[in-house]
Every structure is written in C-alpha cells, then in structure tokens.
C-alpha cells in the first residue's frame, strides 16, 4: 500500500519559475525522502529530512516538514528543463527495518 | 563501482514462462531492495534483504516470487508462471546503515513485459 499522497499531480511550469510540490502521509516517520525519476529510468535521491528537522536545503531544493500535520513540502527554485521528471515523496516509518514507502508521484514540466 | 546494476534492463515473455532477474547492489551496501512499479504508479515494496537474510517481504510477493540473496552480494529475483498482471518496472536499490541519513541508490530497473 503507498503510505502517502502528492500535490498536485502534474504542474506545468515556466523555465526559471519555482516549483512548488507538496506530500502528505499518515503514519509517525523517521524521516521523509524526495526522489526524481526520468521517465522510465531509476529514482535519483534529492534530499532526506529526518523527523526532528522541520527544513532542509541542498542547492536549488528546499524542504519542509510538518510532523503535525504529517505533510512536507519540495521547491525547486529557478526551474530547468531538465528538471522535467516525475517526484515522488517516500518515507521511513518509525519502528519500521529502512523499508521506504513511496506515494503516486508528481509529474513535473518545465517548459523552455 | 558504478551504483547500482539491474539485468536485463528489458524482459519480454510469454505467459507462463519463467523469468528471472539479477541486481548488483553497491558492494559496501549490505541491505538490498526489490519494489515493483506499474505505469503511473509510486514504487511498491516487494521484499527486503539484509546481508543473505531476507528479513521482510510484502504481501504482494505471491508464491510465484522468489528472492534470493546468496552470500549478501547480488540478488536475484524469479517470477514462476508470468501472467500479464506481472508486467511492470521491477527496481533494485541498496543502502548503507547510513540510510537513514543518505537514502537508497536505485538501478535503472527491469522493465518486463508478459505477452
């Protein structure tokens, strides 16, 4: 079962805009992860956050979690065409072995 | 070492055959992952290896699955009997204990087709 959902779907952006993607998910978590998947390849790690930090920054990615609302958010500023992917939030539950439970994705296009 | 290695990276059969595929985690990685990912859906969870013991598997793993992780190097992964439900992308990832900090390395996946 996939333990969380992604906001919106799919967003159609402009190269240089910011991206601004959003997960929620129901269980306690150790930590949330975000990953990126070019269409029909592997998922690429972006970023993990751990439960006891509430932001993160790695380049042009920014996240935020929210324990109590069970929700986190990814930006991507200064959007790219290459940014174009799929992304998906994942999380560690807590008590759980490293398993990683993923949500449905968000299918993001950054247009030229 | 290049990351994480998946074989083949693409797999047609037909129904009913049996199929096996290969993965080839990063060599200082002792905990190794299958999921399972259909068109337009999230990975999905499959089983769970640590070192040779496999440690965890989903209820989505049927009796037709099998993994096997032989002295807790590569692993294989057999699907007996393929039926068409069966086609989807199969993805292998490995961590460190330091996933936790540093998440998991996926391989590029084995796309099956059953025809």
């Known amino acids: 079962s996939q333990q969380g959902e992604e906001d919106p779907q799919a967003l159609s952006i402009q190269e240089g805009e910011n991206a601004t993607m959003n997960c929620s998910y129901k269980?306690?978590?150790?930590?949330l992860q975000w990953y990126r998947q070019n269409s029909g390849r592997g998922l690429v790690h972006l970023i993990l956050?751990?439960?006891?930090?509430r932001e993160k920054h790695s380049g042009r990615l920014r996240v935020t979690l929210d324990t109590s609302k069970k929700s986190s958010s990814l930006l991507i500023t200064a959007s790219r065409a290459a940014d174009t992917a799929s992304y998906f939030c994942?999380?560690?539950?807590?008590?759980?072995?490293?398993?990683?439970?993923f949500g449905k994705g968000i299918t993001l296009s950054v247009r030229p | 070492d290049t990351g994480v290695s998946q074989d083949p990276r693409h797999k047609i059969t037909k129904r009913g055959q049996n199929v096996t595929f290969r993965c080839d985690p990063i060599?200082?990685?002792?905990?190794l992952y299958w999921y399972r990912q259909t068109l337009g859906q999230g990975p999905e969870f499959l089983t769970y290896?640590?070192?040779?013991?496999?440690?965890?598997k989903s209820r989505l793993l049927s009796d037709r699955f099998s993994a096997e992780r032989p002295k807790g190097s590569f692993s294989t992964l057999e699907i007996q009997r393929t039926e068409q439900g069966d086609s989807a992308m199969y993805l292998c990832?490995?961590?460190?204990?330091?996933?936790?900090?540093?998440?998991?390395?996926f391989g590029s996946g084995t796309r099956l087709t059953v025809v």
């Open positions: 956050i751990r439960s006891n930090e």
């Open positions: 060599s200082e990685h002792n905990r």
């Open positions: 269980t306690s978590i150790n930590n």
């Open positions: 994942a999380t560690v539950s807590t008590g759980a072995n490293s398993k990683l439970t």
């Open positions: 290896f640590q070192n040779e013991a496999q440690l965890e």
């Open positions: 990832a490995s961590s460190s204990r330091d996933s936790r900090v540093y998440g998991y390395t």
